[in-house]
């Protein structure tokens, strides 16, 4: 059970001070008693984190970002508002594919949504919720909004059920995507896991040989040494031998799946992966390592 209050989190205290050093006013409204959802703060916190770096990228000098909180009888409501750059309609409803990315102007060539709204997505959704986004266009702002059901605040002493979480381990993300690659590294890390992130086969080796991880998750398309070549040398390694190995790519055809075993793999998951299913993947590869 987490109390969904938004004043105290670590995520708006630092976008608070990267808004005053980019010149973009940040006001936080919070309702006057405290509303409580069934969730995790950590992932609130990820979510909340996500979506404030989004409006810090596409607003200006001079642009204000709204974080409101509105706790109604049956749904708490989260919005964050900015007068920034906006979006075009044609784009609202692809807001949250995986992968998707709005066309490129000068004023959002700063980095584009990739997977890190999809994830937004799918973490809220696994809590009861949902998400939305409204813009009335280009040079007009965005909204977004967060909607959880809302609990009884839980009795003193007391402690409400909690969902299960996978056993935290040390996790290697192979991906040379920067958008997937820092993607999966907040939402592996907001499970608890110690996560390192490397963009390459030949680091990943490196990475591996000195951490020693107890599961890889790792794309196939590689530049240079591929997906493939990287699990056949991870499993050449002796002191890597309980390392549970994961392909997590769009490589997806029957013949993927095969090679990728082939050359080493436990498991194979096909992209888009949305947290529920990493953790299962990862609970069910953990487990296995003990038998």
């Known amino acids: 059970i987490a109390q969904y209050t938004v004043g105290h989190l670590d995520r708006v205290e630092t976008a608070e001070e990267a808004a005053a050093a980019a010149g973009v006013e940040l006001e936080v409204r919070l309702g006057r008693e405290a509303s409580w959802v069934d969730g995790d703060s950590t992932r609130l916190v990820q979510v909340i984190g996500n979506l404030l770096g989004n409006a810090s990228k596409f607003t200006r000098r001079g642009d204000r970002v709204l974080v409101e909180l509105v706790g109604g009888e049956a749904a708490v409501l989260l919005r964050i508002a900015d007068t920034g750059v906006g979006i075009a309609e044609e784009a609202v409803e692809h ?13 959002r060539s700063r980095g ?55 056993r935290p381990c040390r996790v290697l993300v192979i991906e040379d995507s920067d958008d997937a690659a820092d993607t999966l590294r907040e939402v592996l890390a907001a499970c608890g896991h110690e996560v390192s992130v490397a963009r ?11 951490l020693r991880p107890e599961v890889v998750l790792c794309d196939l398309g590689l530049p240079g040494l591929d997906g493939y070549g990287v699990a056949r040398l991870l ?48 609970a069910a590869q953990l487990a296995a390592a003990r038998i």
């Open 200 to 210: 390459d086969g030949s680091t990943a080796l490196e990475l591996a040989r000195r």
């Open 235 to 282: 499993r050449a390694e002796r002191q890597l031998h309980g390392t549970r190995l994961i392909a997590l790519t769009g490589y997806a055809a029957a013949d993927d799946v095969q090679r990728a075993f082939a050359a080493g793999f436990d498991e194979h998951v096909a992209k888009p992966a949305t947290p529920e299913r990493l953790e299962e993947v990862i």
């Open 95 to 107: 807001l949250f594919e995986p992968f998707w990315q709005a066309p490129q102007t000068i004023e």
């Open 112 to 166: 584009g949504l990739g997977l890190g709204l999809a994830m937004v997505k799918g973490l809220i959704e696994r809590l009861g919720g949902s998400v939305s986004v409204a813009s009335e266009g280009r040079g007009r702002g965005t909204t977004f909004t967060i909607r959880l059901p809302r609990i009884e605040a839980p009795r003193a002493g007391g402690r409400a059920g909690t969902r299960a979480r996978v």
